[in-house]
């Protein structure tokens, strides 16, 4: 079974421009989740969808979205990008039911200039 | 404020020696997870601990869970190089709002010189 995969694995935006970034789950997983890592801060979670419904979202501000398509497949969308959002993006796939494992992605490298 | 206090930070050690990684917390988990991460990497995960004073054994590496579900430690036998890397222990809690289901600790850095 292939693992997760993100897209695309390195990115590089100025300040005040949009990036989207794709996820693609785990075949068959159905809860897709978002983290930011930074070396200060660590992974931080940004939201989670299950079947295309955003169950929970973290404290980031409203430049920070994201949804999820019918088959799983997910996006994260930042816009107006600051400095600070330079990081490793994270997706995480689950099967979705209660207490089950996340699979992480190899992540998404975000350099804002 | 941080759920998962994780300890040390960083640690550099010879080939062979023996390590301790802490996970602690005042909260209780119904689960805890240890991963392992690689430069440009994403998370691996090595092992889930669910029972309070769960044990688990992988190869040279001990993983406990504390007896009140609170806290939890790494232990690796005779470290050699290719366990360099970040190592982050997650809590999973049954309710769970805006900080997600998972709960990460700050991770340690481990660096094993040959």
């Known amino acids: 079974k292939a693992g997760v995969t993100q897209t695309p694995r390195y990115l590089i935006k100025t300040r005040g421009q949009q990036v989207t970034l794709s996820c693609s789950p785990i075949?068959?997983?159905?809860?897709v989740s978002w983290y930011q890592q930074t070396p200060g801060q660590g992974l931080q979670f940004l939201f989670e969808?299950?079947?295309?419904?955003?169950?929970n979202k973290g404290n980031f501000p409203g430049r920070f979205s994201g949804r999820q398509f019918s088959n799983s497949r997910s996006e994260m969308n930042v816009s107006t990008l600051e400095l600070g959002d330079s990081a490793l993006y994270l997706c995480?796939?689950?099967?979705?039911?209660?207490?089950?494992?996340?699979?992480f992605g190899p992540g998404t490298r975000l350099l804002v200039l | 404020t941080q759920l998962l206090e994780q300890s040390p930070q960083f640690l550099s050690i010879q080939e062979g020696e023996n390590l301790t990684v802490y996970c602690n917390s005042s909260?209780?988990?119904?689960?805890l997870q240890w991963y392992r991460q690689e430069p440009g990497e994403g998370p691996v995960l090595l092992v889930t601990?669910?029972?309070?004073?769960e044990v688990k054994k992988l190869k040279r590496l001990t993983f406990q869970f504390g007896d009140a579900r609170k806290d939890s430690s790494l232990h690796i036998t005779a470290a050699q190089p290719g366990d360099t890397g970040l190592y982050l222990c997650?809590?999973?809690?049954?309710?769970?709002?805006?900080?997600?289901?998972?709960?990460f600790g700050q991770g340690t850095t481990l660096q094993v010189k040959p």
């Open positions: 995480a796939s689950s099967l979705g039911l209660a207490e089950e494992t996340q699979y």
């Open positions: 075949s068959g997983h159905r809860s």
């Open positions: 969808y299950f079947s295309e419904t955003q169950r």
């Open positions: 909260s209780v988990f119904s689960s």
């Open positions: 601990v669910v029972t309070g004073g």
């Open positions: 997650a809590g999973e809690r049954l309710r769970y709002g805006n900080t997600g289901k998972l709960i």
